[in-house]
Nanobody, 114 residues
Framework: VGLVESGGGLVQPGGSLRLSCAAS????????MSWYRQAPGKERELVGR????????YYVDSVKGRFTISRDNAKKTVYLQMNSLKPEDSAVYYC????????WGQGTQVTVSS
């Protein structure tokens, strides 16, 4: 299983970023995909999840209405669109799949700062 995140960076408060996670080594279209984040000194937390076909999503309360998860099963890629970013969104963002075990990408840094 391989997961490679990209798209992180430095953005001003109120700005937007779109993260991507390219998957390989498993039947992508059969699995729900999740995004997590971890800020310095804090535990890794679930940001949101999308079902295998992409019809249903779940978000943690702190990002509802600002973040959107989508997926392209043909491209084996899951996305995290982040709008109205706040400094407290700063973290390393990871994509995740549970396929008999938890698999993680290397993470991509998101920094929200003026």
């Amino acid at each position: 299983v391989g997961l490679v995140e990209s798209g992180g960076g430095l953005v001003q408060p109120g700005g937007s970023l779109r993260l991507s996670c390219a998957a390989s080594g498993f039947t992508f279209s059969s699995y729900a995909m999740s995004w997590y984040r971890q800020a310095p000194g804090k535990e890794r937390e679930l940001v949101g999840r999308i079902t295998s076909a992409g019809y249903n999503t779940y978000y943690v309360d702190s990002v509802k209405g600002r973040f959107t998860i989508s997926r392209d099963n043909a491209k084996k890629t899951v996305y995290l669109q982040m709008n109205s970013l706040k400094p407290e969104d700063s973290a390393v963002y990871y994509c995740n799949v549970y396929s008999g075990a938890d698999y993680w990408g290397q993470g991509t840094q998101v920094t929200v700062s003026s």
